[in-house]
């Protein structure tokens, strides 16, 4: 593929808008190259191609629909090296993440295309047959945020394409790059109008949601935004699946082995730069080994190194604006008297980098704690009972993910009980898998994506009482 070049998808073609924008490059603060900005023609002219398309790809077998799915996944494979490439310069991540992301989006469309939503016969008898089916709803939009912009992506076009609903994804202002060179990769593999992509300004994703012929709409990103998705939905009763923030806590308890745990959370705190939904963003530690675990997750946090190098473990936070709102969260520590420890390796003198911080017991009312960061600092507090800490880590409005952290698994599966989040792990964190259900409790979702229930998100549910007498 040619990957200097950036075009909308409409239609199965590629096609340019009279006015253009430009990403910048996170590690540099340099111009990435032009993308179209959409207008309301472009909107209209994208989702008239999906409805015109649905009937034909509803109606292919799903099987035919699978298929095409997996050919898509091996063209991706083949072009990882180009996808992680951009994915660098528009992302910020370091090559060797980059990858690891593509892999992951070729595993997320052939993980997908494995599942099946079969006709269930949930009663027969002498008299009737009575089934519970499910059909595509019509045209879905996909709206990707600028963190995993690739395998975020893969994780909404695969779900709708394999229900036999035609998708535009509409990647973030911030990354568009990656996105509109999925849609262009599509072509070969699926009708035109089926999978198409827009970029566009702040403008485009409003006018997305409020269209008349969205039948879905399946958003990742704020809180905030979330809101606003769900009410321009609501205006016509769209269906709408919303992955939205979180403040994952981990729970490490006071058998726990010290080494082990402390690089493992640092790892899951600090990658991607904090930039990941259910990275772990607040980290409780049992007062009997807190000294220690904290001396050493600092001891390690100070080994990684942190800039533009394929092998880095940490680049830059992915926007001035997100740059910018991290930054008054150090500064709101420090003005707080809070003790800060930060560590890393490393650090350039240009772009959005932060290093990464430990925040060492602060108070619960905190920013730091109360406030998703989303970028490479975190609060470490301390615990005595399990009662007290799972107040504190429920005492919040949002419920993505948490983890706990024991020798002793059956209890700490007891306590995982007791949180609620949508995705709770013990001895692990932030693991998803396309065959799982992934969404969030109170503020941080609605609907859930993946897995067979993720799947049941893109369709309608059409009950049939077939009488076999009269």
Same mark, same amino acid.
């Given at each position: 593929?040619?990957?200097s070049?950036?075009?909308?998808?409409?239609?199965?073609?590629?096609?340019?808008?009279a006015?253009?924008?430009?990403?910048?490059?996170?590690?540099?603060?340099?111009?990435?190259?032009?993308?179209?900005?959409?207008?309301?023609a472009d909107?209209?002219?994208? %989702?008239?191609?999906?409805?015109?398309?649905?009937?034909?790809?509803?109606?292919?077998?799903?099987?035919?629909?699978?298929?095409?799915?997996r050919?898509?996944?091996?063209?991706l494979?083949?072009?990882?090296?180009?996808?992680?490439?951009?994915?660098?310069?528009?992302?910020?991540k370091?090559?060797?993440?980059?990858?690891?992301e593509?892999?992951?989006?070729?595993?997320?469309?052939?993980?997908?295309?494995?599942?099946?939503?079969?006709?269930?016969?949930?009663?027969?008898?002498d008299?009737?047959?009575?089934? %519970?089916?499910?059909?595509?709803?019509?045209?879905?939009?996909?709206?990707?945020?600028?963190?995993?912009?690739?395998?975020?992506?893969?994780?909404?076009?695969?779900?709708?394409?394999?229900?036999?609903?035609?998708?535009?994804?509409?990647?973030?202002?911030?990354?568009?790059?990656?996105?509109l060179?999925?849609?262009?990769l599509?072509?070969?593999?699926?009708?035109?109008?089926?999978?198409?992509?827009?970029?566009?300004?702040?403008?485009?994703?409003?006018?997305?949601t409020?269209?008349?012929?969205?039948?879905?709409?399946?958003?990742?990103?704020?809180?905030?935004t979330?809101k606003?998705?769900?009410?321009?939905?609501?205006?016509?009763?769209?269906?709408?699946?919303? !992955?939205?923030?979180g403040n994952?806590?981990?729970?490490?308890?006071a058998?726990?082995?010290i !080494?082990?745990?402390?690089?493992?959370?640092?790892?899951?705190?600090?990658?991607?730069?904090?930039?990941?939904?259910?990275?772990v963003?607040?980290i409780?530690?049992?007062?009997s080994?807190?000294?220690?675990f904290?001396?050493?997750?600092?001891?390690?946090?100070?080994?990684?190194?942190?800039?533009?190098?394929?092998?880095?473990?940490?680049?830059p936070?992915?926007?001035?604006?997100?740059?910018?709102?991290?930054?008054?969260?150090?500064d709101d520590?420090q003005?707080?008297?809070?003790?800060?420890?930060?560590?890393?390796?490393?650090?350039?003198?240009?772009?959005?980098?932060?290093?990464?911080?430990? %925040?060492?017991?602060?108070?619960?009312?905190?920013?730091?704690?109360?406030? !998703?960061?989303?970028?490479?600092?975190?609060?470490?507090?301390?615990?005595s009972?399990?009662? !007290? %800490?799972?107040?504190?880590v429920?005492?919040?409005?949002?419920?993505?993910?948490?983890?706990?952290?024991?020798?002793?698994?059956?209890?700490?599966?007891?306590?995982?009980?007791?949180?609620?989040?949508?995705?709770?792990?013990?001895?692990?964190?932030?693991?998803?898998?396309?065959?799982?259900?992934?969404?969030?409790?109170?503020?941080?979702?609605?609907?859930?994506?993946?897995?067979?229930?993720?799947?049941?998100?893109?369709?309608?549910?059409?009950?049939?009482?077939?009488?076999?007498?009269?």
């Open positions: 593929m040619d990957f070049s950036f075009y909308n998808v409409i239609q199965g073609k590629l096609t340019v808008t006015t253009t924008r430009h990403g910048i490059n996170p590690a540099t603060a340099a111009p990435n190259p032009e993308v179209p900005v959409s207008t309301p909107v209209e002219n994208a %989702v008239s191609a999906a409805k015109a398309a649905f009937p034909l790809w509803a109606g292919t077998p799903w099987e035919e629909r699978s298929a095409a799915i050919k898509y996944a091996d063209a494979e083949r072009e990882q090296e180009g996808f992680a490439t951009l994915l660098v310069q528009e992302q910020g370091p090559l060797q993440f980059a990858r690891n593509i892999v992951d989006s070729v595993r997320w469309l052939r993980g997908i295309a494995d599942l099946t939503l079969a006709e269930e016969v949930v009663r027969e008898d008299e009737s047959r009575i089934i %519970v089916r499910y059909t595509p709803l019509g045209v879905t939009v996909g709206i990707v945020p600028w963190n995993y912009p690739v395998v975020l992506a893969c994780g909404k076009i695969a779900p709708s394409l394999i229900t036999g609903n035609p998708i535009i994804i509409k990647p973030s202002p911030f990354t568009p790059y990656c996105g060179k999925l849609a262009e599509a072509r070969p593999f699926f009708p035109p109008g089926v999978f198409q992509a827009l970029s566009g300004d702040d403008n485009l994703g409003p006018c997305l409020a269209h008349p012929g969205v039948a879905k709409i399946s958003f990742t990103g704020s809180t905030a979330g606003k998705v769900m009410e321009s939905a609501s205006r016509r009763l769209a269906r709408v699946t919303l !992955e939205l923030g994952d806590a981990a729970i490490i308890c058998d726990a082995d !080494e082990t745990v402390a690089t493992a959370i640092a790892t899951l705190a600090f990658l991607n730069s904090g930039q990941i939904c259910i990275a963003k607040r409780y530690v049992h007062e080994i807190y000294n220690q904290r001396d050493k997750l600092v001891e390690y946090i100070r080994t990684l190194k942190v800039n533009s190098d394929d092998d880095a473990f940490m680049g936070l992915q926007n001035k604006m997100q740059f910018d709102r991290v930054n008054g969260l150090v520590i003005n707080q008297g809070h003790i800060a420890v930060t560590g890393g390796v490393g650090m350039p003198k240009t772009g959005y980098f932060i290093k990464p911080t430990i %925040v060492d017991n602060p108070p619960e009312t905190s920013r730091i704690v109360q406030e !998703e960061p989303f970028g490479p600092v975190v609060p470490l507090l301390s615990w009972s399990e009662v !007290e %800490v799972l107040r504190r429920n005492d919040t409005d949002v419920g993505l993910g948490a983890s706990v952290w024991s020798r002793d698994v059956g209890r700490a599966a007891e306590l995982a009980r007791q949180i609620e989040a949508g995705s709770v792990w013990v001895n692990k964190h932030t693991f998803i898998d396309p065959h799982v259900p992934f969404g969030g409790h109170k503020s941080s979702g609605i609907g859930c994506e993946w897995g067979i229930e993720g799947l049941k998100t893109f369709c309608n549910v059409q009950s049939l009482f077939l009488q076999k007498d009269i």
